[in-house]
């Protein structure tokens, strides 16, 4: 990463989770759609907030340590050279960590020990138009068990950096993920609320935002290793 946010944001990451994913549960759900016949997916309102929300669910037959491991190999540093399947949706994705010890919790959990850690970085989502530019994301995000679930939210950080070229910068208001698991089987959550900024038609936000619960599918191929990881 080109830059740096100061270890007092690390707390402030932490202390965000509890009531992002307040939230989250207390968000309106829609009608249950079923996207690519893997996936439940609810748009949702949020109060305050004039864009909508995407909630998508999916069971993995895996348990949660394993499941989490694979979401942050596939996750947290893409380049050109991850796998087709992410690349078709983001163009890249680098994180860094507040402290060594939230590095060294970091790879516990890729050994699947599961530790709270705090990160942040940026990422660069791909456009489903042409038309349209990319949306770019500086954030700050935490990891965190609450009550019987694993939490793992991004919200956006203030720190001005510059967008990546070709795209704009977009604004992460509560997204991430929870995981609980039973009897071996892991329900992830996948949440979105994001202000994309700049102009972006309704059509093409709804588009990129159902878009969003293509990586619970890539996600459970990959535990199930038919998308091999480096």
């Not at 599961?114 to 500086?138: E, L, N, W």
């Not at 203030?158 to 698991?181: D, M, Y």
């Not at 700049?198 to 199930?224: C, D, Q, T, W």
Request: with cysteine; aromatic share 10%; net charge neutral.
């Amino acid at each position: 990463l080109k830059f740096t946010l100061p270890e007092s944001k690390r707390q402030e990451s932490f202390d965000q989770i509890a009531q992002l994913k307040q939230q989250q549960e207390q968000a309106q759900l829609q009608e249950e759609t079923l996207f690519k016949n893997e996936v439940k997916n609810w748009l949702a309102t949020v109060p305050d907030v004039k864009y909508k929300a995407l909630q998508g669910q999916i069971e993995i037959n895996a348990p949660v340590s394993q499941v989490i491991a694979t979401l942050l190999k596939l996750k947290s540093f893409i380049t050109s050279d991850s796998p087709k399947e992410i690349l078709e949706h983001v163009i890249y994705e680098q994180i860094q960590f507040f402290t060594e010890a939230d590095q060294q919790a970091f790879n516990q959990c890729l050994k699947g020990d599961i530790q709270d850690f705090a990160f942040y970085g940026q990422s660069c989502t791909k456009s489903p138009s042409m038309f349209v530019d990319h949306r770019d994301f500086i954030f700050q995000a935490a990891l965190k068990k609450i009550d019987n679930e694993f939490v793992m939210i991004y919200k956006s950080s203030t720190e001005n950096v510059p967008a990546q070229k070709g795209a704009v910068r977009g604004t992460i208001l509560n997204s991430g993920f929870r995981f609980s698991e039973t009897q071996g089987k892991t329900v992830v959550k996948q949440f979105t609320l994001v202000d994309p900024q700049g102009s972006l038609p309704a059509m093409i936000y709804n588009s990129a935002l159902e878009n969003r619960s293509v990586f619970l599918i890539i996600l459970k191929k990959a535990v199930a290793g038919e998308i091999k990881l480096k």
